[in-house]
Nanobody, 121 residues
Framework: QVQLVESGGGSVQAGGSLRLSCAASVSTTYMGWFRQAPGKEREGVAHIGSADFTIYADFVKGRFTISRDNTKNILYLQMNGLEPEDTAMYYC??????????????????WGQGTQVTVSS
């Protein structure tokens, strides 16, 4: 069982930045972030896999960066150039295989509780 605890959400103005963190209870190779906006389906944002391979949803390429500290089992999502459309609950996720975008929820075996990101115009 993998426990995931997110932090770092908050409210910012458009163009601002936030960094999300996700502390994992054990080392996990395949991890990433999903988000869910009100009235919309949950969607994959970014993924990191073996050898720190990374892949992103088109709507965040060039703005968001996924990374991790393997010594601390912490996953990060650096979000720059935030837009109101990025407003959502962001979820840390871990699975047993790499994701192919767009990822499906059944690619994920473990979910965090979510952290809210709100971007105002």
């Amino acid at each position: 069982q993998v426990q995931l605890v997110e932090s770092g959400g908050g409210s910012v103005q458009a163009g601002g930045s936030l960094r999300l963190s996700c502390a994992a209870s054990v080392s996990t190779t395949y991890m990433g972030w999903f988000r869910q906006a009100p009235g919309k389906e949950r969607e994959g944002v970014a993924h990191i896999g073996s050898a720190d391979f990374t892949i992103y949803a088109d709507f965040v390429k060039g703005r968001f960066t996924i990374s991790r500290d393997n010594t601390k089992n912490i996953l990060y999502l650096q979000m720059n150039g935030l837009e109101p459309e990025d407003t959502a609950m962001y979820y840390c996720a871990a699975g047993l295989r790499r994701w192919y975008f767009p990822p499906k929820e059944n690619d994920v075996n473990y979910w965090g509780q979510g952290t809210q990101v709100t971007v105002s115009s």
